[in-house]
Structure formats: structure tokens, C-alpha cells
């Protein structure tokens, strides 16, 4: 017996530094927002859920990210019953559910959409990509996911696009590989009469990529003198806790999101 999945992280690392330009420019994009006052939405179906929640609340966050999670494309701990894996797989192969979603989004000159899925095929995914570049041409859109998987896998939507294609057609799009093998699966064990395929990379190297942009974003943020509200650590006694001012601003910036006079028009709808 011998642990060897641990060695698969050198893959992530090693296919997030060779990104390193590309998380710059799309640090600068949530930097302009940021500055702005302005959000980078997050969307994700499935077990990219964790995604979101590393970048819009956790000790180190900044403010500015919201998340667009819909119950029923998130929220899989079920598995079985009335919540169950079935039914959420079903929700994940609905199309024009992207326009619905951004039915309840106002989205501001400097705002930016970050669509996270593993595989970069679920319809889904690529539906709320769709409606996003469709509505709203001239704001970026970033996708986090399998570029390789994206680019080869059969496709799941009508629209006969993954979400690879997508983005390349996008007027300002961006991708970001997460790093993850195609199908995901990192490491064999060998049986006597059977291999299983287990250890999934997707989630990590997400995670690696988020708190990577979250770094570069805070150093651009640093570099214009931009005053900028991180969440701190409250575990520790020697670290100060500034719940209410972090909190402050994400009130002011959520409620753009909602309500906002400044609003861009959805260009189709």
C-alpha cells in the first residue's frame, strides 16, 4: 500500500503558473470592478458550488464577488428523495434557465460574470454563458473549467456549443483551465479483477485558481492605492475583526444588483 494521489497536485500547480498572463488580465477586470464599486457575479452548478463559496465568503475574502446558486442545480448532498441526484441532473440539462437567472441580476458598466463547471459541458453552464454574451456583448465573461474536456466532449446543448466555444466567441472572453485531467479522475487502484478511478482534481484546482486571482486582484487593487475591504481571520486574538465594514460594503454593492439606476440594458432579451 502506497499514497500516491497527493503527486497529482504538482499538476495543478504546474498547469495554473503556465496561466499566469491570463489570471493578470482577468485580475485587472475584478480589479475595475472592485474599484468601481461594482461585483463580479459567480454562477456554478453541481460541486462547483464550493467555488463560490470560497470566494464570497471566507477569512481573506474581499468584497465584490456574489454568488448566483440556484437550489436546485447546487445543492446535491442529498442524493436520494425529493432533493436527490436524479432530479438535480435533470435541472442541469433545463435550457433557458440562464435567462431566467439573469432575469434577477442588474448588471453595472464594470461588472463581471465567472461561470465555474468542471467539465465545461453541462447545458446549463453553457446556457447561462449564452444568455450573458447574448444580453450583455460588451461586459466580460470569464468561465473556470476542463478547457480540454470543453473543447473534445460531446455536446448537451441545442445550441451544438460547450462552453470553450462559447467564450471564444465572446467579445471579451476568458478561460481558465482548471487544471483537472479530462473526466476528472486522478488516480487507479488496481483490483484483481477490476481498476477504479478515483481522487477528482476539478474542485482543487478551482479552488487554486480563485484564491490565485484573489492574490493578483488584491496586488492590482494595492497598486492603484485603491482602499479595499478583506475579511480577516476572527480566530486569532492578535487579528483585528472587521465583520461590519466588510459587511457594509458588500449591503451597498449586493443592492446594485438588485436595484441599479446604472444599470446596462440587456442588448437581447
Not at 434577477?104 to 444568455?131: M, N, R, S, W
Not at 451544438?160 to 473526466?183: Q, R, S, T
Request: hydrophobic letters at 40%.
Amino acid at each position: 500500500m502506497k499514497l500516491t494521489f497527493p503527486y497529482q497536485l504538482e499538476t495543478i500547480q504546474k498547469k495554473i503558473l503556465q496561466q499566469e498572463e491570463l489570471l493578470k488580465k482577468v485580475a485587472s477586470l475584478y480589479a475595475d470592478a472592485i474599484e468601481h464599486g461594482g461585483l463580479i457575479h459567480v454562477y456554478a452548478n453541481g460541486h462547483s458550488r464550493v467555488t463560490v463559496e470560497e470566494l464570497c465568503i471566507r477569512m481573506g475574502a474581499l468584497t465584490g464577488f456574489r454568488a448566483i446558486l440556484s437550489t436546485g442545480l447546487t445543492t446535491f448532498t442529498d442524493v436520494v428523495g425529493a432533493n436527490g441526484l436524479r432530479l438535480n441532473q435533470f435541472f442541469e440539462k433545463v435550457e433557458n434557465s440562464g435567462a431566467a437567472l439573469l432575469d434577477e441580476i442588474d448588471f453595472g458598466p464594470y461588472d463581471v460574470l465567472l461561470v465555474v463547471t468542471a467539465t465545461g459541458t453541462t447545458a446549463a453552464a453553457v446556457d447561462v454563458a449564452l444568455a450573458f454574451t447574448s444580453r450583455y456583448p460588451s461586459l466580460p465573461i470569464v468561465a473556470l473549467s476542463c478547457a480540454e474536456q470543453s473543447k473534445k466532449a460531446p455536446v448537451k446543448h441545442s445550441s451544438g456549443m460547450n462552453l470553450w466555444f462559447v467564450i471564444e466567441k465572446a467579445e471579451k472572453g476568458y478561460f481558465i483551465d482548471n487544471a483537472m485531467p479530462v473526466g476528472d479522475l486522478s488516480t487507479e487502484v488496481v483490483a484483481e479483477n477490476h481498476t477504479y478511478r478515483i481522487c477528482p482534481l476539478s474542485s482543487i484546482g478551482a479552488l487554486t485558481v480563485v484564491q490565485s486571482l484573489n492574490e493578483l486582484t488584491l496586488q492590482e487593487l494595492t497598486d492603484r492605492k485603491v482602499e479595499h475591504f478583506v475579511l480577516q481571520n476572527m480566530h486569532l486574538n492578535d487579528t483585528e475583526v472587521n465583520y461590519d465594514s466588510w459587511l457594509r460594503d458588500q449591503r451597498k454593492r449586493y443592492a446594485k444588483a438588485t436595484n441599479n439606476e446604472h444599470a446596462i440594458a440587456p442588448l437581447i432579451k
